[in-house]
């Protein structure tokens, strides 16, 4: 690229950049949906270059329907996890760990489906409270040889 004006040229050169960009593993896009599937959806993360965000890989809970999470044309972070051959896999699911990590500190969270309730005063199962005795040794139980009901005699 040749040209008399030095911020021409940037953006002559950040311009072929972006025309003959490929996406690298590991990292983070703003992508717009360009087409909804079954099975997932069609991201642009680059000019010319879509991905799959597979429907597992959308919501870190079950999604049911893509329709109900992305909208055509919609605009989302997507993080690129595989490449095979010319065809990239991509993840919304692990933008959102890492935004959730970010705003809980290190295994924060918001604890949903984890509270079993009580007093958190350790974890009472009943009983006498001295545990199971396993040093009886199992009198009454046979504890191997033949099984199928006939007498070894």
């Known amino acids: 690229i040749a040209t008399a004006d030095g911020e021409a040229g940037q953006r002559a050169v950040a311009w072929i950049k972006s025309l003959t960009a490929e996406a690298e593993i590991g990292q983070e896009y703003l992508g717009?949906?360009?087409?909804?599937?079954?099975?997932?959806a069609f991201v642009e993360i680059l000019p010319g270059l879509d991905g799959l965000l597979h429907i597992s890989e959308i919501s870190d809970r079950r999604v049911k329907?893509?329709?109900?999470e992305l909208k055509e044309g919609q605009q989302i972070m997507v993080k690129c996890i595989g490449k095979e051959g010319n065809k990239v896999k991509l993840s919304r699911r692990a933008i959102l760990a890492q935004e959730?990590?970010?705003?809980?500190?290190a295994g924060g969270g918001d604890g949903e489906g984890r509270d079993r309730g009580g007093d958190g005063e350790g974890r009472d199962r009943g009983?006498?409270?001295?545990?199971?005795?396993?040093?009886?040794?199992g009198e009454g139980r046979d504890r191997g040889g033949d099984r199928s009901g006939r007498s070894s005699e």
């Open 100 to 105: 959730k990590a970010a705003a809980g500190g």
């Open 32 to 40: 717009t949906v360009s087409r909804i599937v079954d099975f997932g």
């Open 65 to 68: 329907d893509v329709r109900d």
């Open 127 to 137: 009983g006498d409270g001295e545990g199971r005795d396993r040093s009886g040794g």
